[in-house]
């Protein structure tokens, strides 16, 4: 319920600790499966952001393809994605040169165990589980790096140039699909 306070809070918070750090006023924000009550979306424009939304059931207007965006944000949407590496990296290519892209999914629990009893698995619409240390690797290859994330549902990745890239540098050994390997010693 979009109107319900504590959901607000919730929403809120994410606001404040992963939009807002890095999306000026004003900035071009894409609601990425923005739901039946795009709640977030109107916080956002509350506070000042142009915000477009997107959802492939409630919202189908493909138009965001059409342009780039300051912000993307996936809120408790990479879960419910039948395919998460296409679609990240489609939206990844949509981000404006200094743009981010803001997720929300719980990550993941590291033991086998641990994931059997995990009750976020247990939702059947919930279809993919990552590891924030997945995320990093994947998004590396994206020459993106970690601006901001928390331990238990949160991150924002930022597009860099290369030279820029610290995902590069602590990731070394690691070669994308783009890149050919240097043959000279």
């Given at each position: 319920d979009p109107a319900n306070p504590r959901y607000r809070a919730w929403l809120q918070d994410f606001i404040q600790h992963f939009?807002?750090?890095f999306a000026r006023k004003g900035a071009s924000i894409l609601d990425?499966?923005?739901g039946p009550f795009p709640?977030?979306?109107?916080m956002l424009g509350e506070l000042g952001y142009a915000v477009g939304i997107y959802d492939p059931f409630f919202e189908p207007d493909e138009s965001?393809?059409?342009r780039s965006w300051d912000a993307i944000i996936l809120h408790?949407?990479?879960e419910?994605?039948?395919?998460?590496?296409?679609?990240l990296r489609e939206l990844a290519s949509r981000l404006a040169p200094e743009g981010v892209l803001c997720l929300r999914t719980r990550f993941a629990p590291d033991?086998?165990?641990e994931f059997m009893q995990w009750w976020y698995r247990k939702d059947i619409t919930h279809v993919g589980f990552f590891r924030r240390q997945s995320l990093l690797l994947f998004f590396g290859t994206l020459e993106m790096e970690e601006a901001q994330a928390n331990e238990v549902d949160s991150a924002v990745f930022m597009r860099r140039d290369r030279s820029e890239c610290r995902s590069r540098q602590r990731w070394e050994g690691i070669v994308t699909l783009?890149?050919?390997?240097?043959?000279?010693?």
């Open positions: 939009i807002v750090p990425f499966g923005s709640a977030l979306a109107g965001w393809r059409d408790e949407v990479a419910h994605l039948l395919e998460p590496g296409t679609t033991s086998a165990n783009t890149e050919k390997p240097s043959l000279s010693s």
